[in-house]
Each structure stands twice: as C-alpha cells, then as structure tokens.
C-alpha cells in the first residue's frame, strides 16, 4: 500500500452513463437533492425517527425508508452571494439500500419542490504509481534537450508568496512529512497552510466563524463509508490526514518545501497548501476513491477559506457544476483537473466545464503520455510520468519519496504553475492568471502530429509566463544548461564575464544569441577582453551543439579552455577531435570566442583539431581566435565537409604532437578535408614542426576541396617536406585574393622542402598577394606541381630564398596564365630564384623579375624551359646571370621590355605602365 492513490467524485444524473473509466459505483443508499428557491424544510427527529414539515417530503421518508435528511453544507454560513449557488438548499438522503436507487432517484424528481436529484458517485482517482525516480525533471529536465515547465528559469523572476493558498481536495495531506508540514512537534512551519486564528484560539471554539472548529490545516470530510479498520472513517473532523497517499503525492508537485535541504522541490515554491481531505482507500483496495458530495464540500471549504487555486486529480459528475459555479464565480478561485489516463478523447464532467481547466499529460520530451486523455476540451498539458514526489507509505508509516504517473500529478504541477503567477501578479484575476498560463505555453503539436489541436495551449512554460526575453546567468538562471534548455528562439541568454562555466555545455536548435563578456550590471558587455570561461575537461570538448543547428544561433564572447574532444571515426583517420569545440553537422554563428589549452591526441591515439573541429558544418565564425592547443594534425582547426566561412579569425601558436609515430604532421593551424572554406581577413601563424602544411594543410578525401582566401594572412610556419606555410593537394582548389604569405621556412632538420610560402598540386588562383620572406629548399615563395590551373594576377614575389628555384617555381602544369606579378629580390643557390618552369607552357605577361640572385644553372629572371611559353610585355632585368633561360629572349635585340616602351604601349593597357613604373622605380 505504499503507492496507494484516491479519488472521490459525485455521479452525474444519469449515474452509470457517466463514461466509465474512473467511475466506480454510485453509493446504492444515498443520494443529493436539490430544492427549487425558496424551499426551505424544517427536519425534525425524536425516538421514532425524522419527520418534515413539507408533506411530500414526509411522504418519502416512510416510502423508502429513509434515515437521514441532512443539509449537504449544514456548516456554511449566511445569505449566497450574488451569481453563487444557494448551498441551503443541497440536502444528502440515506434511505434503505433494499430499494432501487433508480426508483428512489425518480420517485424525488417527480416532486415539485425538487429541482435536481444526484446519485453519489465514488470515482477512482487518477494516478499510475510506478518505480522511484531520483531527480524531478518535470522541474529541471537534465537531458540535453529535455522538456519540462521552465520553472528553475521561472524561479529566476518570481518566488511563491505565501498568501497565495494551493487547495489540494484529495485523500488528504500527509502533514506531517518533513517536506510539507515541516519538523515536529507540531509541524507548521513547512507548506501546509496553518489557520492562525484557530491555532492561537480557544481549543474546541470556531474563532473564525467558518463553520469549523479548530481547522488548523484544513477538513477532513469523510464520514460513513467503508475503509481499512485502521482508516479515519467515522466522521468529519479537523485532521485531513492522508491513508492512501494519493492526495500527499499530489501535494508535493505542487508546493513541497523548497531550499530546506531536504527531499524535493515544489512546482510553487514558498505557496502554502492547503489538506482537504474527500476520499478514502476502500477496505481490501490498493487506489483510492472520491464521492461527490465530500468533493464538493471540500472545493467550496476550500475556496471560502483562501485557497485561489483548487486541485481535482480524480474522475467528475456534473453535480460539482454548483461547486465550481462558487469557487470560480463568487470566490474568483481557479479550479484544475486532471484529464484521466484512459487514453482516449472523452471526457468526464469537470473536463468538459467551461470554467475548470483541464491538464493532459506529457512525456519528458513533450510527447502525449501513452495514458494521458486528450481532446479539444483539453485546456493545456504538464509532465505526467515518472513524477518524483513527496510520500505516505501507511502500511511502513514513513514520510517518503515515490516516483508516479498519471494526469492525476500534471494537475497539481499546473496548480503549482498558477500559483508562482499568482505570487508574481498579485493583482491578477482568475481570468488574468489563467490566460498568463495558456498564453505562454509552448507548442508541442510538432512533438504529436495525431494529437495536434488535443492537448490545450501545450506544455506549461514559467519562464516564457514569467520572463521577458533577456535571460541572465546566474542571476536569473543558475547555469548555462538551465539557460540554454529554457530559452526560446528570439530570447537572449546574457553571462557575466566573470562566470566560469564547465564544459562541456551544449547548444540547442534554437535561433538565439548568447552572449558572454556582460558586466556585473549587465549594462555592458567587452566579449574581447573580458570573455565568459567554459572550462572542460579531458573527457570532452567545453562547446558542443546538437545537430541542426543553424546560423541563426549565434555565440558571441566566450573563452574555451582545457577540453579534450570526442572520438570520431573515417574522417579520415579514427581519433579524438574538437579539443574546446565541436561542431559536427551543425552551422551556428561563432563570434568574439577564444579556444585555447585544448589537446587531442597522445603517443599512442590520433588527434586532430587541436582547438576546434567542424564536420559537415556550414558554420560562421567572426573574430575566433585558436591558439596555444595541441595535436597530432591541425593542431588548431580541423574542417571536414561542409561550407563553413571564417572572417576576422586568428589561429596561432598552436602545437603539433610529434611523438606519436603513426600519425602524419599535417596543418599545424588548419587542416581541410572535402570541404568549401572561405578565409577573410584571418591569420595563421606560429606553427612549427609539421610534415607538410605548416600554416595550412587541404586535400580531398572522398570529396573536393576548395579554400578560398581573401586578406589573409599565413606566416612564421614551418614544416619538413612541402608547404611551410600552404599545402594543397590534388585536386583541390586555392584561391587567394590580396593578403601576405610570409615568413614561412623549411624545418631545420629538414632533408628536402617544397614551397616554403605555398606548394600546390591542385588548381591555383592569386590575386594582388604579398608572398616574402618564405624560404624552403625548392620553391621559395610558391611551388606548383602538377596544378591543372595556375592563375597568377597583380601578385608581388619578394626576398624569399631557396637552394633551388626562390620564387615562382611551375612543374609540369596545365593552363598557366601569369600576368601582373612583381618577382623581385629572390635568391635561389641553384639559379631560377625569379619565375622557373619546367613541363608546362605559361603565358606570361606584364610581369617583372627583377635583382633576383642566386646560381647561374638556370636564368634570375624568366627560367622559362619550353618552347611554347608564350611572353608579352614582361621586364626581366637586374637579376644575376641572364635575364632569361629556356627561350629566346622575347625582346629581341632592342633590349628589355623597359627599354622598348613603344612595344610596351602597343602591348599593354597604361594601367600597366603605371604600375610597371612605381615596381622599376621601387626594386
């Protein structure tokens, strides 16, 4: 019996054609009249029995055998309020269960002072108990993307005010259970709501008028019925204790003592509930019951002593339409049912009451619970399963815990959402409060396409009801994850800069910013010099993102730090990849982020992505800056698939793991693999040690591969065999437009490098670049090998060095079309320290190669070794050794091209001659 639940409720006239789900039986002995205005009996009783003064009414007595006429609220006191219900007028009969109670029930509404005849039905109350849980998630779901009601981000804007009274009318209220009623010995220091009036009273005096004496902490309304010998039973009385546990698991949904160490959390935190107990364990029976005329009675008590806000977790009969008339209409409470766990569209009376709002329920990812009821008689939907709340196991006698499900605790999970409105908007009316609900729910029609319309409003949302759309961290939420689960999209989530997060956190698909770097005011943010840390572990990376995300989620002013990525395998080397970041099928916008002190990667494991990895991503990244993390290949970035593009990004200093053995060296700042990447204005620098790519390292996979640059910059890198600063490979594509390649050198160590600014294999475009300073053994400044398109245009080639071939070195390539560039003050030990060819047939044109030094095996200027290359207006002079080498010089006997300027006129536009001018007058 430790899960035993209950549920009482009135019949409907039509007794069993109330649909039958939770209906039990309508009690065969009594029933409720209703007596048109102004009937008002005087019941007399001496040793022979009852007797009425209305002869009718008399008549029946004698007819049926009736021992009881009692007023239904004989405790309700004065006149009816204007549109309320005249409660004098409710009157209970017991009569001899030998008769029929159909007959009975036909005999009294054939009289005219009988307005409407009630059979009293016992309806199961709705709740499936199920194994203990340990965490609530319905408040704080911890799976990454779990639904629940937003109350942690809601508890952020308003906390429960204690005014506002929570009525759970149910199998009572365990108060004495350390979550609600508090400690001992008396236990009114907890949630349950205490009378002050009555508690400091006179004992055994009604001190407030109510009709009650001595109601420290609600009504017990059972009287006359059959329970468990050990069940309160045999009459009303002051002590609303639960038997059968069903009302105490109601109560700690809704409002358990929160922040007191002990056990759970309420939905309404700091709100008071209020016990009252209607229905009973019948004898022998593991789920409890609730009658109609208790229900009824304890809504109206309920309601006219405080409580704004009243709990029906159990099955309805249309009799309760005059108790829920008072309680919304005359005492401006909310009345909140639960829909009923038969799974089907039907609903019982309460259900289909235009002022009760009725609560379906949902899974832990917004999903219909298989049991929950649904319809468009459904006003909205809360958490139903495995509902971790409080507990009275009566058969131990403990004050505990249990994990349940039914419609039965979404009820009291809304009731609990009403309430922190009602704290938060104190002014408010029922109307208002209910509409503040169900105007901010989220949708979950996504989440059930064969229910769309059938579950109300959606799932309950606190924060969306209670907050406006800028999100604080930690001062409205405690954590990044509440944060990130909460929000919606168009919502902002703000963080001080001051805020060290740990990692790894995980972004949803939601179009929103979040924005690190605030101030302690949050009136100013610099995402710059004052990011926000996630700090990770070994384990995984600090940033992480479920698939889908788009660009509309945007990441602004955080700093990565300490991660170890995650495993990835066939990209194409099995490994651990995305040290601080992981995008892996998603496409957010990155901006104003630092990753640095991340590591993938070991002696004996493969590690690529040092600081960040973006598989598949089509991701936007501003002003990211990687550096200071370690890898065994691109130790900072690592780009697989995908069309990401990068501005404004920096990428230096990263640190290639070289004592793993079986891995290769590649891309000390970046690697790219079958992906379509645009660089704007980026750098990437300080990167030594690698195989080949020390800054940059592309080559396709199962796919193709283009980069294209723009204003940027590659320089300070090193590697062994080929591309010190660029490395791509076949069949790729590089595109640089303006920018510098510089400074990039072969390794010491090194045996025998190619291209100490760029070695390409694949199709190549430059424009308007500056490649200086680079040196390698071969190709000091660019190397093409096997390029099926070299496009060189407007670039300058200056004071690179080499053993052979110091500046643009071309071997065996397709179409080449060279026109525009500036070689100049290159060294070569071997000779062709300006342009060298060997196998292809370049056209070249409006070039100058000029005090290029070096051997002279091969000509300083234009070493052009074909036949077919083709020259037009090109200047070679100052070079050590010939100017040419391979052809005939094409200017002929006249001399250079500088000195044949009517050739030059006739050859070329006066935009050439400007710019051949300002480059012969500044070599």
């Not at 970035?637 to 070289?658: F, H």
């Not at 490098?753 to 694949?762: C, E, L, P």
Request: net charge negative; charged share 15%.
């Amino acid at each position: 019996m430790s899960r035993i639940i209950l549920a009482l409720l009135l019949s409907v006239l039509a007794f069993t054609s109330v649909f039958a789900d939770d209906f039990v039986r309508n009690e065969p002995d009594r029933l409720i009249i209703v007596l048109k205005d102004n009937v008002f009996p005087e019941v007399l009783q001496d040793e022979r029995g009852i007797s009425v003064d209305i002869p009718s009414l008399d008549a029946m007595i004698s007819r049926y055998d009736v021992s009881e006429m009692s007023r239904t609220y004989d405790w309700f006191k004065g006149e009816p309020e204007r549109s309320a219900p005249d409660f004098r007028l409710h009157w209970n009969i017991v009569f001899n269960q030998r008769n029929s109670l159909d007959s009975v029930i036909a005999a009294y509404e054939a009289l005219p002072e009988v307005d409407k005849v009630f059979p009293v039905g016992v309806y199961r109350e709705r709740g499936l108990p199920n194994d203990v849980q340990a965490n609530q998630w319905y408040l704080r779901n911890m799976n990454t993307g779990g639904k629940d009601i937003r109350a942690v981000g809601g508890w952020g804007h308003a906390m429960g005010d204690t005014n506002v009274i929570i009525a759970i009318v149910d199998s009572g209220i365990d108060w004495q259970h350390p979550d609600l009623g508090g400690d001992g010995p008396n236990y009114i220091n907890g949630s349950i709501k205490i009378n002050w009036e009555e508690w400091n009273g006179t004992p055994g005096v009604d001190d407030d008028g109510n009709g009650k004496i001595d109601d420290f902490r609600g009504w017990d309304f059972v009287t006359g019925v059959t329970g468990y010998p050990d069940e309160d039973v045999s009459g009303t009385d002051n002590d609303p204790m639960d038997y059968g546990g069903h009302g105490t698991n109601c109560a700690g949904c809704s409002t358990a003592s929160t922040d007191n160490g002990t056990g759970i959390a309420g939905v309404a935190w700091g709100c008071k509930v209020m016990g009252v107990r209607v229905g009973w364990l019948p004898n022998g029976e593991t789920q409890g019951v609730v009658r109609m005329d208790f229900a009824s009675a304890g809504m109206i008590y309920a309601s006219q002593n405080g409580a704004k806000i009243i709990n029906c977790s159990w099955g309805s009969s249309s009799y309760l339409s005059y108790a829920v008339q008072y309680c919304t209409l005359t005492q401006g409470a909310i009345v909140v049912n639960a829909a009923g766990n038969d799974n089907h569209d039907t609903s019982e009376y309460l259900g289909t009451h235009a002022s009760v709002i009725s609560v379906a329920a949902t899974t832990q990812d917004d999903t219909k619970a298989s049991f929950s009821n649904y319809g468009n008689w459904v006003e909205v939907s809360a958490p139903g399963v495995a509902i971790y709340t409080t507990a009275w196991n009566q058969a131990a006698g403990t004050h505990t815990y249990a994990s349940v499900q039914g419609t039965s605790f979404s009820s009291p999970i809304t009731c609990g959402a009403l309430g922190l409105l009602w704290s938060a908007y104190p002014a408010y009316n029922r109307t208002q409060i209910t509409n503040l609900l169900l105007d901010n729910c989220d949708n979950i029609d996504a989440e059930n396409p064969t229910y769309v319309g059938q579950l109300g409003a959606g799932r309950i949302n606190l924060l969306k009801a209670l907050g406006d759309s800028f999100h604080i961290i930690p001062d409205e939420l405690p954590t990044m994850f509440d944060a990130v689960n909460s929000a919606s999209a168009g919502d902002t989530v703000a963080v001080a800069g001051t805020t060290v997060l740990d990692g790894p956190i995980t972004f949803l698909n939601t179009e929103m910013p979040v924005l690190g770097g605030w101030d302690a005011s949050f009136t100013s943010r610099d995402p710059i010099n004052n990011p926000t840390v996630i700090q990770a572990t070994a384990a995984n990376a600090a940033m992480l993102f479920e698939s889908g995300v788009g660009n509309g989620t945007i990441i602004d002013g955080f700093k990565l730090i300490g991660g170890g990525g995650q495993n990835f395998s066939g990209i194409p080397v099995d490994g651990k990849y995305g040290g601080g970041l992981v995008l892996n099928q998603t496409s957010p916008t990155l901006r104003n982020i630092q990753i640095t002190g991340c590591s993938v990667g070991d002696v004996t494991s493969h590690g690529s992505g040092g600081g960040a990895i973006l598989n598949n991503s089509n991701a936007i990244l501003e002003n990211v800056d990687i550096y200071g993390n370690t890898a065994n290949e691109a130790a900072g970035l690592y780009i697989y698939g995908g069309a990401p593009t990068l501005t404004d990004c920096d990428i230096y200093d990263n640190i290639i793991n070289t004592d793993n053995l079986t891995s290769s060296f590649l891309g000390g700042g970046l690697a790219i693999r079958d992906a379509d990447v645009s660089m704007t204005n980026c750098t990437v620098t300080g990167h030594i040690d690698l195989d080949s790519g020390g800054g940059i390292y592309t080559e396709n996979h199962l796919g193709s591969t283009v980069l294209t640059m723009t204003d940027c910059t590659v320089s300070n890198n090193s590697a062994y065999t080929a591309g010190c600063g660029i490395w791509s490979g076949v069949g790729t594509e590089l595109s640089i437009t303006g920018g510098e390649i510089n400074g990039n050198f072969n390794d010491p160590t090194a045996v025998f490098s190619n291209g100490g600014g760029i070695y390409s294999a694949g199709n190549s475009y430059m424009s308007g670049a500056l490649i200086s300073g680079n040196s390698s053994h071969a190709g000091s400044a660019v190397m093409f090998t096997g390029s099926p398109v070299v496009d060189l245009l407007d670039n300058q080639f200056v004071d690179n060095s080499a053993v052979y071939f110091g500046g643009v070195s071309l071997t065996n390539c397709g179409i080449v079309n060279v026109t525009g560039n500036t070689v100049a003050g290159n060294y070569a030990g071997s000779g062709g320290a300006g342009f060298h060819n060997s196998g292809c047939d370049p056209a070249f044109d409006n070039n100058l190669a000029a005090f290029n030094t070096g051997g002279v095996s091969f000509a300083n200027g234009f070493s052009a070794n074909s036949t077919a290359a083709t020259f037009g207006c090109n200047d070679a002079y100052g070079n050590d050794g010939a100017d040419y080498s391979g052809t005939t010089d094409p200017t002929g006997i006249t001399g250079t091209a500088s000195n044949n300027v009517a050739i030059c006129i006739f050859l070329a536009p006066m935009s050439f001659l400007t710019r051949l001018t300002n480059s012969s007058s500044s070599v």
